[in-house]
C-alpha cells in the first residue's frame, strides 16, 4: 500500500468515527471550529487531511492521532500502560484511549482532610470501589462508597470525589464522553 493509499482512507474513517459517535457534521463543526464545508470535503476526500485539521478531531472524539488516521498498528498488539502521578493519586490508564469507553484505576492515599473538588462536564462515569472507601460529592450529596459497592452518574451534575481514609483507596473507573450508561443488570 503507497502512502497516498493510506491518506485515501482517512476520510471513510472519519465519517466512521464521527458517525459511531452519533455527531451530525454541524455538532463536529461547532465543538472543533472546522467549517461544515470543510469536514464534508474531508469526509469525501476532497479534501487533503492535514495536521491543523486532524488536531482537534483528534482531541473532540479523544483519540490518538495514529487511531484518527488509521496508522497501521506494530509489533506485540499488547497493551503497556504508563500510569501517572498527580497530587499524589496514581492513575493507570486500561483502554489505551480508544473507542468510546475510557477505562482507567486509580489509587488515591488516605486524605481526610483534602477539600474534594467537584466538576462538571458531558459524559457518564461508573466507579467502582475495590478497596478502601470512597466519599463522593454528587450535588449536595456526601455518600461514602464501599469496597465491592459501584456508583454511575451523569457527569453533567457537579461531581468529585476522594479518599476519606484511613485505608488506601482503589477504583476501577469507567467514563463515557457521550453519555451513556453502563448495563450491569442482564434482561429479563
Known sequence: MTHHDELAGIGDRLRAIRES??????????????????????????RRAQLDLLLPLARLYRLPLDDLVGAPALGDPRIHPRPRLRD?????????????????KQVHPPAPEKPIRQWVHPGWDWIYVISGRMRLLLADDDLIIEAGEAAEFDTRVPHGFGNPGPDVLEVLCLFNPQGARVHTRASA
Open 88 to 104: 499524589g493519586i496514581v492513575t493507570v490508564p486500561l483502554s489505551g484511549g480508544t473507542g468510546s469507553w475510557e477505562a482507567f
Open 21 to 46: 459517535r452519533g455527531l451530525t457534521l454541524r455538532a463536529v463543526s461547532e465543538a472543533s471550529g472546522i467549517s461544515i464545508s470543510t469536514l464534508s470535503r474531508l469526509e469525501s476526500g476532497s
